[in-house]
């Protein structure tokens, strides 16, 4: 069946293959940000299990208000006019995570051998902030990008 759909979206001349692709591309990304997120947090951020759970909420908040950014924008309409842009975006947000998270890799011994910092101390530095900030970019930019896909794919 899986073979059939995809012979099918390849024969279509409106872009549907081509938005099978992205969007499978998104889930693709999508899966290895959250499956790395525990690590990311744990073991280069020195951050505990709450802050986890802080970055996977800011993380959906953000795929859920892209979206709905898409939604409006749009009025309805299916076309995939912020898919360029919100690539462009994800790219870039990911790069200033790597940055951002600089500070927490130069982190004494003390953080890597069982002290994690809290919710409270990590939004309390700017980096903190930035972190989060760079997630939920990730997060917004995704939501303009998949969702218009899904919408080509639907219709």
Not at 87 to 101: E, Q
Request: net charge neutral; with cysteine.
């Amino acid at each position: 069946e899986a073979f059939r759909i995809f012979n099918y979206a390849r024969t279509r001349p409106d872009g549907v293959f081509s938005a099978l692709l992205f969007a499978s591309w998104f889930f693709f990304v999508g899966g290895l940000y959250l499956a790395q997120l525990p690590h990311f947090a744990k073991d280069t951020l020195g951050v505990d299990h709450l802050v986890l759970t802080f970055f996977m909420i800011v993380f959906s908040c953000g795929i859920a208000f892209g979206g709905l950014l898409n939604n409006a924008l749009l009025r309805g309409r299916v076309v995939a006019s912020f898919v360029p842009v919100s690539a462009l975006v994800i790219g870039v947000a990911s790069f200033d995570l790597y940055w951002a998270a600089q500070p927490y890799v130069d982190l004494p011994v003390l953080f890597k051998q069982g002290y994690l910092i809290d919710l409270r101390a990590f939004l309390s530095y700017w980096s903190g902030w930035r972190v989060t900030l760079d997630l939920f970019l990730i997060a917004f930019a995704g939501g303009l990008y998949v969702v218009p896909l899904k919408a080509i794919i639907q219709d």
